[in-house]
């Protein structure tokens, strides 16, 4: 995402896109004007995803007069549009539950406000083993302390709460009230269609090909306008789309195998639908979302590994707050992305990491 005004000077930007630059090429050409106030002109969102919708939203609302989003596809044609849509606010850490307490009062917001969008805010049941419950007594003090609201669950009060699953003495069950899920294609479809009736720009089918920095600013977002015929450079590896990925042929068998012990509803029944799709992670598997550190006016909002969903209206407020604010309501330092600085990048990309080798994270 490319704000035109860096955060402590006094300047903005205005944009004019030139179709005719460069032939296919478009660039949205980047310039600078005084003006008394940290709040950008006009901001350039890459990717339609969820992330980018809701950064859309907040910008808008935070009172930004332009704001574009640019998808090298369709809206929600990544990632977004596979999720599970499931969200849960009992998280690992002090800042990710605050953060998902607010996630949590958007959707609710959001159910109010988006035609055709509905929270279903029905609880999200997370069930433990006894020696893993018996682990967590400070998280769950942590989670109250801010804002969790749940239920302890043991072994039979499970099956009587969720008459349709089957639970061992020995199980735990927590029950997080606030939590719930979206159908994914009613969110993005009505987030879409709230960003259009605020007077969001939103591209679909063009790919942006790179940033020109001039000194340590962001000055434009080249793209590529349309045309296959463009031997575009890569920005981000290789062009890739998720409808060329194909669910694991094992993978339904796997989770009938595994479940069917725990609902009988599995039994014989029929899938609607199947997904596939991508996750992406950083380094220490948490998302990364804020000022890239080097480059005036550039931020970034990724690596939501399986939770970018869950994440996607509160990542949009931080992202919003970072470019108008100049930093977030709540302590995010988790979240920086200068906290890679002392990672050998190219190491860390040139080997595969294995799942299983990053140890227990929820999303
Ligand atoms: C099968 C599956 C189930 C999941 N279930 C859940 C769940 O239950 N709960 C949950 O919280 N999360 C879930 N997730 C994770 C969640 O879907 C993602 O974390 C989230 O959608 C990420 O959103 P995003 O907007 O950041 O990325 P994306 O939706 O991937 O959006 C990125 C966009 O950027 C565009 N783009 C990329 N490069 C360019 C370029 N050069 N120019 C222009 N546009 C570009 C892409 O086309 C894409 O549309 C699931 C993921 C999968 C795959």
Redesign the pocket.
Known sequence: MLRRAPAQAATARIIRRDRTVTGFRQKVRIEWLPVPSNKPESVVI????????STAFHLVEKGVESVTV????T?????????????TMLMATVTEVRARAIALDIFERFSGILDGYHFHQVGCLNLFTEEVFSQNAALREMWLRNGGQFDILRGAEISDRFPDLEAADSDYGILDHRSG?SE?HHYVAALKAKLEEMGVDIREN????GFEVRGDRVREVV?VAGSIDVPAYE??GPEFHIGELQPHPDALPFIEENLIERTSLLEGAEWDYH?????SLAHDVKPVIGPVPGVDGLYV??H?????????PVSGLMLAEHVVDGGTSIDTEMYNPARFGSIDTEAFLSSPVMHSEMGITR?
Not at 206 to 209: D, Q
Not at 275 to 279: A, C, E, K, R, S
Not at 306 to 311: D, E, I, N, Q, V
């Open positions: 890459i990717g339609a995803g969820v992330t980018g919708l640019i998808d090298k596809g809206v929600g044609g990544g990632s977004s549009l596979q999720s599970g849509g499931i969200i899920f994914p063009e790919s942006v090909i793209t920005m981000n997904t596939v799709g991508l996750i909002g990724a939501f590994h399986s939770g970018g969903f869950a994440y996607n999303h």
